[in-house]
């Protein structure tokens, strides 16, 4: 048998075993040096996550106005007391003497009170709105849990493909050499020498197309963690399946406590209470005032004391307005609550399909194609050896080893990235 030939069918029986893929990837395979590459496992880049993730701090962010709303609707009157203070020089001319100067005051107190139960309407309404902030905050962490799994699954995956497709080129090149010396020599045929040559560029396309890849999704997985600098991660774990843990019936039984659909649940809440709220400011305030004052001249004062009750007439503004508008906030508030309702539970049955799916097809990868690619790349070596196959049939057998490693690559990303999916849908693990 020709030793180069041989040495590619044995490495590449090496590369379809099951276990290759399954080790951490050094930072030789990146397309950036290796001082720029952070090592991060994943529950490291989760706690990153949930200190730094933009889109997580903005949502926080909003949890001071609605704190400061729903402090302001405690308060004991909406409307605040209001304080006046007259102060009045007069100069009253005198037959036959000089004017009389007199200083006169007035100061009074008024305060408007609400008719229309305005006061607990807009208790519920800014209470319901802090909940819902509360529970779309506890959403949008589970959200950047999601996403940052997935991408950093996604970014394990690809080392694992860089890392074989490196080793992928290295077989080809030497093959292809070979081949090329082989023929100079009179021994091989220029149809071996060009296919050699073809699968050789074949493999560094590959390697490039994954290098760029992984060096897209380390530039998002990095902007998610918001690492500082140029430094980009570099993913240190298993992409071996783990355990689900759970059933179907579990994820359905924990669909109340989905933190999204409790804030929906909430929003309409409040937007009913903001509903009952306009309604009820139909109603007048009723503005009640007590003023004091001292009046006349210096001989003569006068001391005043007056009790004024003002109502305004509703007779042209109605709100009209505010009404309409949170009726159609409150009318879509439902319509949203009740579309996440029908659609979550679906949305859950789907992907526990598509999950359990993906872990069979991962399976049968593992336990059924690879030992069956293996087993024909040891046949092959025997029938080369033999005269029985040209280089044709070796490299179709080796490009199908190659293949099934890489779908299986593929396979193990996708499962991550639906499980990870799943639970965020479901609302798992409950908290």
């Not at 000089?98 to 008719?115: H, I, K, M, V």
């Not at 305005?118 to 779309?136: K, P, W």
């Not at 139909?282 to 210096?298: A, I």
Request: hydrophobic share 40%; charged share 25%.
């Amino acid at each position: 048998m020709r030793p180069n030939m041989l040495a590619l069918a044995c490495t590449l029986l090496f590369l379809s075993s099951p276990g290759f893929g399954q080790v951490t990837p050094v930072a030789s395979t990146a397309t950036v040096p290796a001082t720029e590459l952070t090592p991060l496992s994943l529950p490291e880049a989760l706690a990153k996550a949930a200190l730094s993730n933009p889109a997580l701090r903005a949502k926080q962010a909003q949890l001071a106005a609605a704190e400061g709303f729903n402090t302001d609707a405690k308060s004991l009157l909406f409307n605040n007391p209001q304080l006046s203070v007259d102060k009045t020089r007069r100069v009253v001319p005198q037959a036959g003497m000089g004017p009389e100067r007199r200083n006169e005051w007035n100061g009074g107190l008024s305060q408007a009170f609400e008719t229309g139960g305005q006061g607990g309407f807009r208790r519920e309404t800014a209470a319901s709105a802090l909940e819902a902030l509360r529970y779309e905050i506890v959403d949008t962490q589970r959200q950047v849990r999601s996403d940052v799994s997935s991408r950093f699954y996604r970014v394990l995956a690809l080392q694992q493909r860089v890392e074989l497709e490196t080793q992928a080129l290295k077989l080809f090149n030497d093959a292809a050499a070979a081949v090329q010396k082989r023929r100079s020599a009179g021994e091989d045929t220029k149809l071996d020498a060009n296919v050699a040559l073809v699968e050789a560029e074949r493999a560094r396309n590959q390697l490039a197309q994954a290098q760029e890849q992984l060096t897209e999704e380390r530039a998002e997985l990095a902007a998610r963690l918001q690492l500082v600098g140029p430094a980009l991660p570099l993913a240190q774990g298993e992409l071996t399946p783990q355990a689900m843990g759970f059933a179907l019936s579990d994820l359905l039984d924990s669909l109340d406590s989905q933190p999204r659909l409790l804030a929906l649940v909430a929003r309409e809440k409040s937007a009913n209470s903001r509903y009952r709220l306009e309604r009820a400011s139909r109603s007048p305030d009723v503005t009640v005032g007590l003023n004091v004052g001292r009046e006349g001249s210096l001989g003569a004062r006068e001391r005043l004391t007056t009790i004024s009750v003002s109502v305004p007439l509703p007779l042209f503004k109605r709100n009209a307005a505010g009404i309409g508008q949170a009726s159609s906030e409150a009318t879509q508030a439902q319509i949203e609550r009740e579309s996440a309702q029908r659609d979550v539970r679906a949305n859950v049955i789907s992907l526990w399909s598509r999950v359990n799916s993906q872990e069979q097809r991962v399976r049968r990868l593992q336990d059924v194609v690879l030992p069956a690619l293996t087993e024909n790349l040891s046949l092959s070596v025997k029938s080369r050896q033999a005269g029985q196959i040209g280089l044709l049939e070796l490299i179709v057998v080796n490009r199908q080893a190659l293949d099934a490693r890489r779908d299986l690559i593929e396979a193990l990303s996708e499962y991550h990235s639906t499980r990870a999916a799943l639970e965020l849908e479901s609302g798992w693990p409950k908290q």
